[in-house]
Structure formats: structure tokens, C-alpha cells
């Protein structure tokens, strides 16, 4: 079964940093585009930041020039830079992709997966 599991998630000073990552394990067979979005208290989700396939990126306005996504595709794994952070990114942070998963008697399903989440605070 496809998991996603992020982690590096924390508790850091106005200014500071934190890295990001979304790892996908299971029976996968390939990944789409991967996404991070983040919910705070009180509001909807909303995307951060996505990277295609092939290394395309697109973000959140608020975030660009502080945040970077990239993706390691022989670990299956995404990650979100997260520089010059401010307290209005605190959030919980979920990972999200749409992964083909390698099904029994050689059937392919594919459908969107997301993270548990792991929380941001950046508070001083």
C-alpha cells in the first residue's frame, strides 16, 4: 500500500528555517507532480508549492524567494526548503501526489495520496 509520510516539522524563531520531507513508499510505480499545502487554525487549506515530473516548480505567492521545493526521484521523496520563515507560516504542512501504485495480476491504479501532516510553528 502507497504511503506518504512527511516529517521535519518544528518549533523555530521568526527568521528561521526548517526543511521538509515527503517521503512515498509502497508499491509504486511512478509519481506525478508533488504538492505541499498547509493548514492553519481557523482556515482553509491552501497550496504552498508544487514540482512537476520534470522539475518544474510554481508557489504560493506570499512564499516565493523564501521557499523551495525539489524532489529526489530515486528516493521517491519531496522536500520543502523553508527560509526567512515568518509567524504567519505556522500550519500544518501536508504532502500530497497523485502516485501509480502497482496492483496485483499487473493492474495499475492511480489516485491522489496525502500525508499525515506535520506541524510548523514559527513563533519566538
Known amino acids: 500500500q502507497v504511503q506518504l509520510v512527511e516529517s521535519g516539522g518544528g518549533l523555530v524563531q521568526p527568521g528561521g528555517s526548517l526543511r521538509l520531507s515527503c517521503a512515498a513508499s509502497?508499491?509504486?510505480?511512478?509519481?506525478?507532480?508533488m504538492g505541499w499545502y498547509r493548514q492553519a487554525p481557523g482556515k482553509q487549506r491552501e497550496l504552498v508549492a508544487t514540482?512537476?515530473?520534470?522539475?518544474?516548480?510554481d508557489y504560493k505567492n506570499s512564499v516565493k524567494g523564501r521557499f523551495t521545493i525539489s524532489r529526489d526521484n530515486a528516493k521517491n521523496t519531496a522536500y520543502l526548503q523553508m527560509n526567512s520563515l515568518k509567524p504567519e507560516d505556522t500550519a500544518v504542512y501536508y504532502c500530497?501526489?497523485?502516485?501509480?501504485?502497482?496492483?496485483?495480476?499487473?493492474?495499475?491504479?492511480?489516485?491522489?495520496?496525502w500525508g499525515q501532516g506535520t506541524q510548523v510553528t514559527v513563533s519566538s
Open positions: 500530497t501526489s497523485v502516485i501509480q501504485e502497482s496492483k496485483p495480476w499487473g493492474s495499475i491504479s492511480s489516485r491522489p495520496y
Open positions: 514540482i512537476s515530473s520534470g522539475g518544474g516548480t
Open positions: 509502497g508499491s509504486i510505480v511512478s509519481i506525478d507532480a
